[in-house]
């Protein structure tokens, strides 16, 4: 993939979060995908994973990439999120794809009460 092909994947994958296109979403994962936050929830397939996007509580769902930075040779990219669901999460996630699918997504992220613009104007 290259840094363009990176770019349209976190478009499609936040148009999809956005819009409860959970399949869509699932299927830019691998089959064997790891998929943690590595303190709250770990997956292991894309199976185990398209039940844990389904389970949204019935709320609206929100997504923005904000930036990133994909490094073409070793096939690993890092973007800043701030996705709104059940709360409001700040973060940043390391991707590391097979192909053209997502096979590591290692999510660091923090809940906050501000949108994303607010936080860059209080540092």
Do not use: P
């Not at 994962?29 to 770990?42: A, P, R």
């Amino acid at each position: 993939m290259d840094r363009e092909g990176f770019a349209d994947m976190l478009h499609r994958l936040a148009s999809g979060w956005s819009s409860k296109q959970y399949d869509d979403v699932a299927a830019i994962f691998t089959k064997n995908v790891v998929y943690t936050d590595l303190i709250n929830y770990s997956f292991r397939d894309r199976t185990s994973l398209l039940e844990f996007f389904r389970d949204d509580g019935g709320h609206e769902q929100e997504c923005n990439f904000h930036r990133h930075i994909f490094d073409v040779e070793r096939q690993i990219g890092v973007a800043e999120y701030t996705y709104t669901g059940h709360f409001t999460y700040h973060g940043t996630v390391w991707i590391e794809l097979n192909g053209d699918k997502i096979f590591v997504w290692r999510e660091y992220q923090y809940r906050a009460d501000t949108s994303h613009s607010e936080n860059l104007e209080n540092r």
